[in-house]
């Protein structure tokens, strides 16, 4: 589905309350409205393989609808430990479907525990030092070159090799992260 539509149908908008300036150089409270498109939960368990399955049904599906459009992108957000086994084969399958317009593309955004440095927009796997980011990094997909121009217009060194992968980044590497990831059209 366009990300217009998601956009444009949250599960809920809450009203908080937001500090604005007060044009005299005070805060003044105020409400905004605050839309919610999913609850974040947390119960134990990683099942990546079955969320790549899914994955694969989803896009399976819109390209039966949409053979000519761009290929979808599956955004993977995890710590890294699948808790029902390799999820390598799934990853396999996903990205071996196809639009007119090219294959799908699986980008990993790995959160881990174990820590080290941020790893963002890699080439290789040498800067991991956790197995599970190894994993996350050989079933991510290279990025398209229009992604990689785009990257590098970013400040990010890219090269042919660079994958949709980020370990352990902050909150602007992950947005960062997300915009590079999702866009879909050339620089020009």
């Known amino acids: 589905m366009p990300l217009s539509e998601v956009a444009d149908n949250p599960a809920e908008v809450q009203e908080r309350a937001k500090k604005v300036p007060d044009g005299a150089g005070g805060l003044v409270e105020t409400t905004a409205s605050f839309p ?3 609850y974040p939960t947390a119960n134990g368990g990683t099942p990546m393989v079955a969320a790549l399955r899914h994955a694969h049904w989803l896009v399976s599906g819109w390209l039966e609808t949409h053979p000519g459009g ?3 992108i599956v955004l993977n957000l995890s710590d890294g430990e699948s808790t029902d086994g390799d999820p ?16 799908v ?6 959160v881990s525990s174990v820590g080290g440095a941020p790893v963002e927009f890699p080439d290789s796997d040498l800067a991991l030092a956790d197995p599970h980011a190894k994993l996350l ?3 991510s997909s290279p990025l398209p070159e229009h992604m990689r121009a785009y990257a590098g217009s970013q400040g990010k060194r890219v090269s042919e090799a660079t994958r949709g992968f980020v370990y352990n ?3 602007s590497a ?3 992260f997300l915009d590079i990831g999702t866009r879909a059209t050339d620089l020009r």
């Open 36 to 38: 919610i498109w999913m």
């Open 70 to 72: 761009f290929p979808p």
């Open 88 to 103: 390598s084969a799934a990853a396999r399958e996903l990205t071996t479907l196809f639009s007119a317009d090219g294959g």
């Open 105 to 110: 593309l699986l980008f990993n955004l790995h």
């Open 137 to 139: 990094f050989a079933i």
């Open 169 to 171: 980044a902050d909150i």
């Open 174 to 176: 992950v947005v960062q």
